[in-house]
Nanobody, 125 residues
């Protein structure tokens, strides 16, 4: 069973930065594509960013140029550096793992096998 634990959320002013981290308890972390999704109040969960097993990254248009996803296979962690935060970025952010996932399926939440419980990011104006 894979467990994902997010950390790093909090309250930040618009224009500020936060770094989210996700620690995975799994023996073969490198076999998983790792994604970040978010869900704002009253809205559906949406894709933010993913890093494939190869290290290739994909971003939602809303995240491009502001967010950077990275992974450390030696430490079983994935991070999301978020800069120039906006009030619209306020949401619960979830880490997700997709075993052997690849390609365009990585943009769909239904492709992921495991999910963390989420960490709340609040951006004040």
């Amino acid at each position: 069973q894979v467990q994902l634990v997010e950390s790093g959320g909090g309250l930040v002013q618009a224009g500020g930065s936060l770094r989210l981290s996700c620690a995975a308890s799994v023996r073969t972390f490198s076999s998983y594509a790792m994604g970040w999704f978010r869900q704002a109040p009253g809205k559906e969960r949406e894709f933010v960013a993913v890093i494939a097993r190869s290290g290739t990254t994909y971003y939602a248009d809303s995240a491009k140029g502001r967010f950077t996803i990275s992974r450390d296979n030696a430490k079983n962690t994935v991070s999301l550096q978020m800069n120039s935060l906006k009030p619209a970025d306020t949401a619960v952010y979830y880490c997700a793992a997709d075993y052997l996932g690849s390609g365009s399926s990585l943009l769909r939440s239904t492709s992921y096998d495991y999910w963390g419980k989420g960490t709340l990011v609040t951006v004040s104006s």
